[in-house]
């Protein structure tokens, strides 16, 4: 049952941070010229995004029902899942939860150019959102403001860094085939500089967590909570570590040279897996004694 939880908080986390970052690149970094192309591009990708993220959050009821009850039975239990729903803290915030992402959906399937804005600040909602959700919930008062309101920052970076590397990796398409590269560039440039602040935050923010969670820093590691918290917080560190490595020597050295390019692909490709693997961690830890 938990390995079932598990795997559906995996997938909720990873598709609501996909749909925000890639939302989010096209709607905030992209130059105008390059908006449509690339919302073309990635749409796709968003919307199977946004439709994981509602099955997964009806799923996630689906399992906190089963936990509730028990057994498996509770899953599909109308009254266990009503109870869940309408008689938890955690069930009054899914349901508002599943609300946004079947509006987001609705969103991305109409194809406007009007709603590039409500598409992006509706998977925002959905993404910061979890903040009210894990052991940020279990603090009340001006800490448990706070740890949840840094919660939601973190997820927000999280998810601006990780969820951009799709549409940056069509950007480095565009500018190996060279159709729109000028505005592909200067949508990269964007990326690598406000990456700057998203890992930045996404740092700060999770010191912050785990002070606010553990009371400090999580060694030595005497559990499994601590053990799988510092794998994540050495992972983080070896994608900032990539994302400098692309702005300061690959891009320095060779500036957006074919060899340079075939680079920032492989890198990226890299940072997106570790991106999956901390979602992976994240997924798993959250669900343990954070003692």
Not at 32 to 41: E, N
Not at 113 to 120: D, F, K
Not at 148 to 174: S, V, Y
Not at 175 to 184: I, Q, V
Request: proline share 4%.
């Amino acid at each position: 049952m938990q390995a079932a939880l598990a795997l559906c908080r995996f997938a909720h986390f990873l598709s609501a941070m996909i749909a925000f970052g890639a939302s989010a690149y096209v709607s905030l970094l992209a130059p105008i010229a390059l908006r449509r192309p690339l919302w073309r591009s990635s749409r796709s990708l968003v919307l199977a995004a946004a439709l994981v993220a509602l099955v997964s959050a009806a799923f996630w009821v689906a399992m906190e029902s089963a936990e509730m009850a028990g057994e498996w039975s509770g899953a599909w239990d109308p009254d266990t899942v009503e109870g869940v729903l309408f008689d938890t803290a955690f069930g009054r915030v899914w349901q508002v939860r599943l609300l946004l992402c079947a509006i987001l959906i609705g969103a991305v399937a109409v194809r406007s150019e009007t709603l590039r804005g409500p598409r992006t600040g509706l998977a925002a909602l959905v993404l910061a959102s979890l903040g009210l959700t894990g052991h940020a919930v279990m603090q009340t008062g001006a800490i448990g403001a706070l740890h949840r309101g840094a919660d939601a920052l973190h997820l927000l970076c999280a998810g601006a860094w990780i969820g951009g590397l799709p549409p940056f990796a069509l950007c480095l398409r565009a500018c190996a085939s060279g159709e729109l590269r000028g505005e592909a560039v200067t949508a990269m440039r964007r990326y690598s500089r406000y990456g700057h602040f998203f890992v930045g935050f996404v740092i700060v923010s999770g010191m912050t967590n785990v002070a606010l969670t553990i009371g400090g820093p999580p060694f030595p590691l005497s559990s499994p909570y601590r053990a799988l918290l510092a794998t994540k917080m050495a992972i983080v560190a070896s994608l900032a570590a990539l994302a400098l490595l692309n702005r300061y020597v690959i891009v320095a050295r060779w500036g957006l040279s074919a060899t340079a390019l075939r680079a920032l692909q492989t890198t990226s490709v890299i940072e997106i897996a570790l991106g999956a693997v901390i979602v992976a961690l994240v997924s798993v830890f959250g669900l343990l004694d954070p003692a």
